[in-house]
């Protein structure tokens, strides 16, 4: 029996289906990540976190994801994934697979678990795949898993060109449409320039534009510092800042003082 051909839906209905319904009430918006207290990202939205090529993006990605697994924050950071929902995928799209798993290692260090809670946790190593294979992929898990958030490990491989305009355009409207389709909070790496100090090309303007909220990634080389901070919010004001530094290959949250010295010291116990 041959395959009937899918009958395209009228644009009528399509409208009616866009159509604003005065009798309906949206549930309370679900915050899921909160930095300092401050919304960051609820369901049906992206985030960005950017930053320079070394910047130590991979420590707090780690930190945000491990957060999911706990009763308490770090850094301040907290994913709080909602009761009926509570899986992670982790789609990492630049890594070596000696890198991932030191990267997972990284995540079961910070949730100080002796196993992470893989009913609930998804990691995917996807360096060898095409862009589009790729979108294929997360679409196919998103289609056949309950997750709440989704995190994209670099965003720019899911595009061929990201200096095309048209590509970019695509590319924010999919990451739209399956936020709202399924629910979610995707959280995307961007790198920045290293020239201007933006995010690259097209896809990184038009990411930062549709996104909830994007954050940067700065290093201090003098300090030796990593700090996450805020560069646009859409649904609360600004979190202070978060700065980390490795104390004997320990990442630990510090505090500035302003002294003339301008220094980074461990908070005191």
Request: hydrophobic content about 35%; aromatic content about 12%.
């Amino acid at each position: 029996m041959k395959n009937e051909k899918k009958t395209a839906v009228p644009i009528y209905e399509i409208l009616n289906l866009r159509r604003y319904n005065p009798q309906y009430i949206p549930e309370k918006e679900s915050c899921i990540l909160s930095i300092g207290s401050k919304i960051c990202g609820t369901l049906q939205n992206y985030v960005v976190i950017s930053g320079l090529p070394k910047s130590c993006k991979s420590t707090f990605l780690s930190a945000f994801t491990a957060s999911a697994f706990m009763n308490e924050d770090i850094w301040s950071i907290k994913i709080n994934m909602p009761q009926e929902k509570k899986r992670l995928a982790y789609f990492d799209t630049e890594s070596s697979v000696y890198d991932m798993y030191r990267q997972v290692e990284r995540i079961r260090h910070f949730t100080k678990r002796e196993y992470l809670p893989w009913d609930n946790l998804d990691v995917f190593n996807v360096r060898e795949d095409e862009p589009q294979k790729i979108i294929d992929l997360i679409n196919s898990y998103l289609e056949n898993n309950e997750a709440s958030v989704v995190i994209i490990d670099g965003l720019l491989d899911i595009c061929n060109d990201f200096n095309d305009p048209v590509e970019a355009k695509r590319i924010t409207t999919w990451l739209k449409r399956i936020t709202k389709q399924y629910n979610i909070l995707i959280i995307c790496v961007v790198h920045l320039g290293k020239k201007d100090n933006n995010t690259l090309g097209h896809l990184g303007s038009a990411a930062d534009r549709y996104a909830q909220s994007v954050f940067e990634v700065i290093k201090d080389k003098e300090q030796q510092t990593f700090t996450l901070q805020s560069k646009y919010m859409r649904s609360d004001a600004d979190f202070d800042p978060v700065s980390i530094k490795n104390f004997d290959g320990k990442f630990e949250k510090v505090f500035y003082e302003p002294t003339p010295q301008q220094t980074f010291k461990k908070p005191k116990n």
